[in-house]
């Protein structure tokens, strides 16, 4: 706001994580270049307004440098969003009030280093986001693998399963004593229901391995 010289700026404090409630900084710069603050402290107060920005958006760096798991980069990025809103803001602002008050070398500088505040939150806003977005692609890499792992080992079961299959059925209904039989055949009654096991179970096997060969071929 600006009138006969006198030039008002309506700031925002940079907000705290989960902070829902804004806190307002009045700055008033009066026609012969002295400024004052709502609590205090003139041209003073604003340079600190400023100062805490930077130390604000370096936490935020930190964090999204050390930021490995989705968790991490979302907890950067819920941080960062209304730390990026506000330095825009600060920006605006600040290039307005230097249009307004062209003369004063202090508002140019000011302008530059809300520029930059403003630039910095929002790189580190995208490489969190990127991160977050990499992070996300990778857990769900790791997981389709897992889940195809689970699924060459499940069906290497199916493989053994249907392999002695037909084993176990003779066995069951037989039985591996062979009792009825003439003992001096016994061995050799076993061997023989053995082999018809085993092939039927190639057989068995053969023809559940068919579908997924074909199916591979075509792909």
Not at 13 to 21: G, K, V, Y
Not at 22 to 48: C, H, I, Q, S, T
Not at 122 to 129: M, Q, T, V
Not at 153 to 162: G, K
Request: hydrophobic share 40%; glycine share 6%.
């Amino acid at each position: 706001m600006y009138h006969d010289g006198h030039l008002l700026l309506v700031l925002h404090a940079p907000p705290e994580p989960n902070q829902n409630a804004r806190e307002g900084r009045v700055f008033w710069r009066k026609p012969n270049g002295d400024w004052a603050a709502k609590d205090g402290g003139g041209f003073a107060a604003l340079k600190k307004h400023f100062l805490e920005f930077e130390k604000v958006l370096e936490v935020c760096e930190q964090q999204g440098e050390v930021a490995e798991s989705p968790r991490e980069y979302f907890s950067a990025i819920e941080g960062l969003a209304p730390i990026q809103r506000t330095a825009s803001n600060l920006y605006h602002v600040m290039q307005e009030a230097r249009k307004t008050v062209s003369e004063d070398r202090s508002l140019i500088l000011l302008r530059d280093e809300s520029y930059q505040f403003s630039r910095r939150a929002d790189l580190e806003f995208a490489s969190a986001k990127n991160g977050l977005e990499f992070s996300m692609a990778k857990k769900t890499e790791e997981q389709a693998d897992a889940t195809y792992q689970m699924s060459v080992a499940s069906h290497r079961l199916n493989l053994l399963a249907s392999f002695f299959f037909p084993i176990v059925t003779v066995a069951s209904i037989f039985g591996t004593g062979l009792i009825h039989v003439n003992q001096n055949y016994a061995s050799a009654t076993l061997a023989g229901l053995m082999l018809f096991g085993l092939i039927c179970g190639s057989i068995l096997t053969f023809f559940v391995t068919r579908r997924a060969r074909r199916h591979k071929r075509e792909k």
